[in-house]
């Protein structure tokens, strides 16, 4: 009897000791981009005018690197945001990395013209590399839209 309690607990113990903070989809693995940590808490609200189209489907705003590394999309589909980073997945950081927005793509300047699509992040044809866009967390709470990565 005793043995099956101290099982229980060991196999408890082991079973909470491999929940890891880390274990979450939006853990940044890339080699060629850091892990930015950031907030836009409240900054978003769709009730002021330089957010407001982001109250329609198709639109987007991008922030600037004082979030992320190169700075941030946020798109809204008319389901959801998302929010990635404007940094070439696929480069290492240079100028050339940075991304430009012509929704729905975001392209990088660097001779091979990576692209890659901005609702879900992943490679357009014709893009090396391995790659999809780094995305944020992004939580929607009545006219705020708070993006992170913490």
């Known amino acids: 009897m005793k043995l099956k309690i101290i099982l229980s607990f060991l196999l408890i ?4 000791n491999s929940c890891n903070k880390n274990d979450d989809n939006n853990q940044n693995n890339n080699p060629n981009i850091p892990n930015a940590v950031f907030d836009t808490g409240n900054l978003i609200n769709t009730s002021l005018p330089q957010f407001n189209q982001m109250q329609f489907p198709g639109n987007h705003i991008t922030l ?14 008319g389901a959801a945001y998302t929010a990635f980073e404007l940094s070439d997945p696929n480069h290492a950081l240079a ?6 927005i ?8 660097c001779d091979d013209g990576n692209s890659y ?6 490679r357009e044809e014709g893009t090396t590399g391995q790659f999809s866009l780094i995305p944020y967390r ?3 709470s009545g006219s705020i ?3 992170f990565n913490n």
């Open 13 to 16: 113990g082991l079973m909470l």
């Open 64 to 77: 600037n690197n004082n979030y992320g590394v190169n700075g941030v999309v946020v798109y809204f589909s």
């Open 95 to 100: 100028s050339c990395s940075s991304l430009t």
């Open 102 to 109: 012509s929704a729905p793509i975001a392209t990088c300047s």
């Open 117 to 122: 699509e901005i609702l879900s992040g992943q």
């Open 138 to 140: 992004v939580e929607v």
């Open 145 to 147: 839209i708070r993006v």
